[in-house]
C-alpha cells in the first residue's frame, strides 16, 4: 500500500515510511492510495472469527510490504490484549467500553499499535529512536504505556507541572525504564513550544533520531478501525446495522470508523458527537470550515477548535459534500447537557458515564428520537474514574479505581524537574 499527501505536493511513500516521518514534508495527511474491501465473508461469519483474526484481516492491506504476516499478528495481538466489550443500556442504546486498557482510554489501541510498528522498524538499525511528545495529560499517558519496553526506543515526555490530574501524573512518571517524563514548570503551550523546536532544530536532527507520536499519524490512525469491527461482532441484531455515535475532538476516531464502513462494514449512520467545540456541526450546514479557538469544557479531550482530521473524511468522501452528508451528521452538547445525562443515566440505567461518553450518548439519543426503528451504540471513550469530581457530584458516587491502575498510584513519582526553555530541553536530549 502506498499513501500520499491529502495536501498533494510530497511523493508517495510506504506503511513505514509514513509511520516513522508522521506528517508529510508538505504539511498534509498520509492517506490509502486505494481503500481495501474487506471479505464478505468476514462480515458475514464474523462471529466466528477470533478478534485478532479480524483486525489482522482489517489492517493486513495497509502495512503490505512493510512487516511481515506473522510479525504483524504478534502486534495485533498485543494491541487488543484487554476486553471491548458492547454494553446494554436501554433497548434502542447500547454502549462499547473502550476504556479497558492500561491507561483507561481508547488511544491505547492506537497507541499500543504505531509503538510497536516503531519498535519494529529500528529493530533492524543499529540507531535508537527517541519519540518526544508534549501532553495535557492523556495522550501522554497512551504513548508512554504503548512503549513501555519496546527496544531502540526512547521516549521523552513533556508535561505541565501541577496541570495533569493525579492518576495522568502517575501514568507518566512510573514506568521508568526507556520512559522519561518531563515536568515542565509552565503550561501546556510550554510544552508543545519546545517540542516544536527540537523538531525544527538542525544541529539536533543530525545528533539524534526524533520522530514525534503525533494523532495524525497513520499507525494510530488505522487500527481505530479495530473496534468498530468488534463492536458488529458483538452487535446482535445483523439485520438491523447500528447508528454509531462518536465522542470527537480531532475527528481521527470517527474517521477509522467511516473507513471501516467504506471498506465494507454494515453501518447505517455516523454521529459526530461534539461538546461547544463543534466546528464540524457548522461544517454540515454550510459546507465551510471555520476554525477556532477552543472552549475549555468538561469533556476536555474534545476541545479542539481545528480538527486535524477532518480533511481525512473529506478525502474518503472524494470531497462529495452530499455523499458525506448522507453518512455523517452531528449534534453539539452542552456542559450543562452532560452533566444532566450523566445523572439521568445512572439514575434510570445505574450506568456511570464519563463526560465524553454523555456527549455520545446524548447525541446518539436526540439522533434516535428522530429515527424510530433505528438502534444505536455510542463509544465510550475514558473510564469515569479519569474524571472523579464531575461524576462524583452527579451520580453521588465516588468511580471506583480499577485494580490494574490501583498499582501505580502507590509507585513512586520519578520526573526531571525543568523550566520552560528550550536550551534546557536540547541539553537534556544530548546529555
Ligand atoms: C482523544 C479523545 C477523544 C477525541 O478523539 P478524536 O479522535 O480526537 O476525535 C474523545 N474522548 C476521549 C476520552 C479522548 O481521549
Same mark, same amino acid.
Given at each position: 500500500?502506498?499513501?500520499?499527501?491529502?495536501?498533494?505536493?510530497?511523493?508517495?511513500?510506504?506503511?513505514?515510511?509514513?509511520?516513522?516521518?508522521?506528517?508529510?514534508?508538505?504539511?498534509?495527511?498520509?492517506?490509502?492510495?486505494?481503500?481495501? $474491501?474487506?471479505?464478505?465473508?468476514?462480515?458475514?461469519?464474523?462471529?466466528?472469527?477470533?478478534?485478532?483474526?479480524? !483486525?489482522?484481516?482489517?489492517?493486513?492491506?495497509?502495512?503490505?510490504?512493510?512487516?511481515?504476516?506473522?510479525?504483524?499478528?504478534?502486534?495485533?495481538?498485543?494491541?487488543?490484549?484487554?476486553?471491548?466489550?458492547?454494553?446494554?443500556?436501554?433497548?434502542?442504546?447500547?454502549?462499547?467500553?473502550?476504556?479497558?486498557?492500561?491507561?483507561?482510554?481508547?488511544?491505547?489501541?492506537?497507541?499500543?499499535?504505531?509503538?510497536?510498528?516503531?519498535?519494529?522498524?529500528?529493530?533492524?538499525?543499529?540507531?535508537?529512536?527517541?519519540?518526544?511528545?508534549?501532553?495535557?495529560?492523556?495522550?501522554?499517558?497512551?504513548? !508512554?504505556?504503548?512503549?513501555?519496553?519496546?527496544?531502540?526506543?526512547?521516549?521523552?515526555?513533556?508535561?505541565?507541572?501541577?496541570?495533569?490530574?493525579?492518576?495522568?501524573?502517575?501514568?507518566?512518571?512510573?514506568?521508568?525504564?526507556?520512559?522519561?517524563?518531563?515536568?515542565?514548570?509552565?503550561?501546556?503551550?510550554?510544552?508543545?513550544?519546545?517540542?516544536?523546536?527540537?523538531?525544527?532544530?538542525?544541529?539536533?536532527?543530525?545528533?539524534?533520531?526524533?520522530?514525534?507520536?503525533?494523532?495524525?499519524?497513520?499507525?494510530?490512525?488505522?487500527?481505530?478501525?479495530?473496534?468498530?469491527?468488534?463492536?458488529?461482532?458483538?452487535? !446482535?441484531?445483523?439485520?438491523?446495522?447500528?447508528?454509531?455515535?462518536?465522542?470527537?475532538?480531532?475527528?481521527?476516531?470517527?474517521?477509522?470508523?467511516?473507513?471501516?464502513?467504506?471498506?465494507?462494514?454494515?453501518?447505517?449512520?455516523?454521529?459526530? $458527537?461534539?461538546?461547544?467545540?463543534?466546528?464540524?456541526?457548522?461544517?454540515?450546514?454550510?459546507?465551510?470550515?471555520?476554525?477556532?479557538? $477552543?472552549?475549555?469544557?468538561?469533556?476536555? !479531550?474534545?476541545?479542539?477548535?481545528?480538527?486535524?482530521?477532518?480533511?481525512?473524511?473529506?478525502?474518503?468522501?472524494?470531497?462529495?459534500?452530499?455523499?458525506?452528508?448522507?453518512?455523517?451528521?452531528?449534534?453539539?452538547?452542552?456542559? @450543562?447537557?452532560?452533566?444532566?445525562?450523566?445523572?439521568?443515566?445512572?439514575?434510570?440505567?445505574?450506568?456511570?458515564?464519563?463526560?465524553?461518553?454523555?456527549?455520545?450518548?446524548?447525541?446518539?439519543?436526540?439522533?434516535?428520537?428522530?429515527?424510530?426503528?433505528?438502534?444505536?451504540?455510542?463509544? @465510550?471513550?475514558?473510564?469515569?474514574?479519569?474524571?472523579?469530581?464531575?461524576?462524583?457530584?452527579?451520580?453521588?458516587?465516588?468511580?471506583?479505581?480499577? $485494580?490494574?491502575?490501583?498499582?501505580?498510584?502507590?509507585?513512586?513519582?520519578?520526573?526531571?524537574?525543568?523550566?520552560?526553555?528550550?536550551?534546557?530541553?536540547?541539553?537534556?536530549?544530548?546529555?
Amino acid at each position: 500500500m502506498k499513501y500520499y499527501s491529502t495536501n498533494k505536493q510530497a511523493s508517495l511513500v510506504d506503511f513505514k515510511e509514513a509511520t516513522i516521518s508522521g506528517q508529510a514534508p508538505d504539511k498534509g495527511l498520509y492517506f490509502p492510495e486505494q481503500l481495501p $474491501a474487506v471479505e464478505k465473508e468476514l462480515i458475514d461469519d464474523i462471529e466466528k472469527y477470533p478478534d485478532e483474526e479480524i !483486525a489482522f484481516r482489517v489492517i493486513r492491506p495497509y502495512v503490505a510490504g512493510s512487516i511481515p504476516d506473522d510479525k504483524l499478528m504478534q502486534i495485533v495481538k498485543e494491541t487488543i490484549s484487554f476486553p471491548i466489550p458492547l454494553v446494554k443500556i436501554s433497548d434502542t442504546i447500547s454502549t462499547l467500553e473502550l476504556f479497558h486498557g492500561p491507561t483507561l482510554a481508547f488511544k491505547d489501541v492506537g497507541a499500543r499499535f504505531m509503538s510497536r510498528c516503531l519498535g519494529y522498524f529500528v529493530g533492524g538499525q543499529n540507531k535508537k529512536m527517541t519519540v518526544l511528545v508534549a501532553t495535557s495529560g492523556d495522550t501522554g499517558g497512551a504513548v !508512554a504505556n504503548g512503549f513501555y519496553n519496546v527496544d531502540g526506543v526512547e521516549v521523552v515526555i513533556l508535561y505541565p507541572s501541577g496541570k495533569v490530574s493525579p492518576v495522568q501524573e502517575k501514568q507518566l512518571t512510573t514506568l521508568g525504564k526507556n520512559i522519561h517524563a518531563l515536568e515542565i514548570e509552565g503550561n501546556f503551550d510550554d510544552c508543545q513550544r519546545m517540542v516544536k523546536e527540537a523538531f525544527t532544530d538542525e544541529e539536533l536532527k543530525k545528533r539524534k533520531f526524533l520522530t514525534s507520536a503525533n494523532s495524525i499519524n497513520v499507525a494510530r490512525w488505522l487500527p481505530q478501525q479495530f473496534y468498530y469491527f468488534l463492536a458488529y461482532k458483538q452487535w !446482535a441484531d445483523k439485520s438491523n446495522p447500528p447508528v454509531i455515535s462518536v465522542p470527537s475532538g480531532n475527528f481521527g476516531n470517527i474517521c477509522a470508523g467511516i473507513l471501516a464502513n467504506r471498506s465494507g462494514l454494515p453501518v447505517k449512520h455516523f454521529i459526530a $458527537a461534539c461538546n461547544v467545540n463543534d466546528v464540524v456541526s457548522g461544517y454540515l450546514q454550510t459546507q465551510q470550515l471555520r476554525p477556532r479557538g $477552543a472552549v475549555a469544557t468538561l469533556s476536555n !479531550a474534545m476541545d479542539v477548535g481545528n480538527p486535524s482530521n477532518f480533511v481525512r473524511i473529506l478525502e474518503i468522501f472524494h470531497h462529495r459534500f452530499p455523499e458525506l452528508k448522507s453518512m455523517l451528521s452531528s449534534y453539539t452538547i452542552t456542559d @450543562e447537557e452532560t452533566t444532566h445525562t450523566i445523572r439521568e443515566v445512572y439514575a434510570k440505567y445505574n450506568y456511570t458515564l464519563d463526560p465524553h461518553g454523555a456527549v455520545g450518548y446524548l447525541a446518539l439519543k436526540r439522533y434516535l428520537d428522530d429515527h424510530t426503528g433505528d438502534k444505536g451504540l455510542f463509544l @465510550e471513550t475514558a473510564h469515569p474514574v479519569k474524571f472523579p469530581d464531575a461524576v462524583e457530584q452527579y451520580t453521588g458516587k465516588k468511580p471506583e479505581l480499577p $485494580a490494574s491502575v490501583q498499582g501505580i498510584m502507590n509507585s513512586k513519582k520519578i520526573s526531571t524537574v525543568m523550566k520552560p526553555h528550550y536550551e534546557s530541553l536540547k541539553d537534556y536530549l544530548l546529555r
